[in-house]
């Protein structure tokens, strides 16, 4: 330990090793964090005030402790829930919330740290998860449920001109193929949805979703593969069940959608503007 540690930072060292005997962070880590964190010109009574417990518990999240990761999962995210209750989100409001709570919490982004690195220990960590939570909701709420819409162009992609049995397709059952992929991707489970908006649209590598959902990189892999494979089945399904016809008469349909899936999602899975 060092020598020259403060009585207060001590304390909050043992505050966090007793409230979390499984997570480890080394002396040296802590008070390096914990200082960084209150700021250069904090007072001895300033750093006395801290929560050191949830403070120990952030800088080990920070620093990749997965079973850090767990515990706070397990007792602050329950916050989130209790915050789309209040605010009467829809369930997958809520979800979408905390799909989005636990990537500001976790993942670095351009131009702005992961949360639990800039947490101070200042207040109640339950506090500053509510107070992220509650702006999340506020902006989905806001925006209300998404209804995703097929536009032309991209139906078009989908069928491009020179393909004269596409071109039949589209211009006999536009309605019906539009319908199909949209309801195709509403039926998705969010996290699925997340999975494929996140690799997508927003480009993460499949290291950042693992770190997002404290997974290991190839287990992220796998989700997105199962994902991409999810929805092109969904999409079979639904245009058979709509034009009436058997799943392999859109054999040659589903597999131009899965072949060109990346073009069409980053505009069916975009949020709206606003």
Do not use: N
Not at 7 to 31: C, K, N, Q, S
Not at 104 to 133: H, M, N, Q
Not at 205 to 225: M, N
């Amino acid at each position: 330990m060092l020598p020259a540690m403060e009585p207060a930072i001590v304390a909050h060292l043992a505050a966090g090793r007793t409230a979390y005997p499984d997570v480890h962070v080394v002396e040296e880590r802590f008070a390096s964090e914990l200082m960084r964190r209150s700021g250069a010109d904090a007072t001895t009574t300033q750093i006395e005030k801290l929560r050191g417990d949830h403070l120990y518990l952030a800088v080990a999240c920070a620093d990749g402790d997965q079973v850090a990761v767990a515990r706070l999962d397990a007792e602050f995210l329950g916050e989130v829930d209790a915050c789309a209750g209040r605010m009467r989100a829809t369930p997958d409001q809520g979800a979408e919330v905390r799909s989005h709570v636990r990537r500001i919490l976790f993942v670095d982004e351009p131009g702005r740290p992961a949360a639990l690195r800039t947490y101070s220990g200042k207040g109640d960590l339950r506090g500053y998860v509510k107070v992220i939570a509650t702006r999340e909701l506020v902006r989905v709420i806001s925006k209300g449920k998404r209804e995703v819409g097929v536009e032309d162009e991209v139906l078009d992609l989908l069928s491009p001109a020179s393909d004269p049995e596409l071109v039949y397709l589209r211009d006999h059952y536009r309605t019906d193929v539009d319908a199909a992929m949209r309801d195709a991707v509403l039926a998705l489970p969010e996290q699925s949805r997340a999975l494929l908006r996140y690799h997508l649209i927003d480009g993460w590598s499949v290291d950042r979703i693992g770190t997002l959902y404290g997974v290991h990189r190839a287990t992220a892999a796998r989700w997105v593969a199962a994902a991409r494979e999810e929805l092109g089945a969904a999409i079979q399904v639904e245009v058979a069940r709509r034009l009436g016809i058997s799943v392999e008469e859109v054999a040659s349909i589903v597999r131009l959608v899965q072949s060109r899936i990346d073009v069409s999602l980053a505009r069916l899975l975009q949020p709206p503007s606003g």
